[in-house]
Nanobody, 127 residues
Framework: QVQLVESGGGDVQAGGSLRLSCAAS????????MAWFRQAPGKEREGVAFIAKVGGTGYSESVKGRFTIDKDSAKNTLYLQMNSLKPEDTAMYYCAADLWYGGTWCRSHNTASFDYWGQGTQVTVTR
């Protein structure tokens, strides 16, 4: 069974922090790559943070130094710690998994490479 369920979104003032969680099924948690994407109204979905099965991470330039992706194997959960939030971070945030059988790293940061998606959690940052 494939399952991704996000939580932790909400409203926060600029400069504040939020921690998003994504509860995954065991199969999904062991994906080659897991990631956080976001989509603002009228904009394309963009990848913001990626973590490979073997542990390497990557970030978009817009969040580098402010966001941290990590995961807890005991809980099959992916996290996104977001600090120094800005109004332009306002978006629906999605957890995604690239199952790529046999793979152990993030082969692509494009949405087309990710097989499964959560339902999203809204983050709104006010001035």
């Amino acid at each position: 069974q494939v399952q991704l369920v996000e939580s932790g979104g909400g409203d926060v003032q600029a400069g504040g922090s939020l921690r998003l969680s994504c509860a995954a099924s065991a199969r999904t948690y062991n994906s080659a790559c897991m990631a956080w994407f976001r989509q603002a109204p009228g904009k394309e979905r963009e990848g913001v943070a990626f973590i490979a099965k073997v542990g390497g991470t990557g970030y978009s330039e817009s969040v580098k130094g402010r966001f941290t992706i990590d995961k807890d194997s005991a809980k099959n959960t992916l996290y996104l710690q977001m600090n120094s939030l800005k109004p332009e971070d306002t978006a629906m945030y999605y957890c995604a998994a690239d199952l790529w059988y046999g793979g152990t790293w993030c082969r692509s940061h494009n949405t087309a490479s990710f097989d499964y998606w959560g339902q999203g959690t809204q983050v709104t940052v006010t001035r």
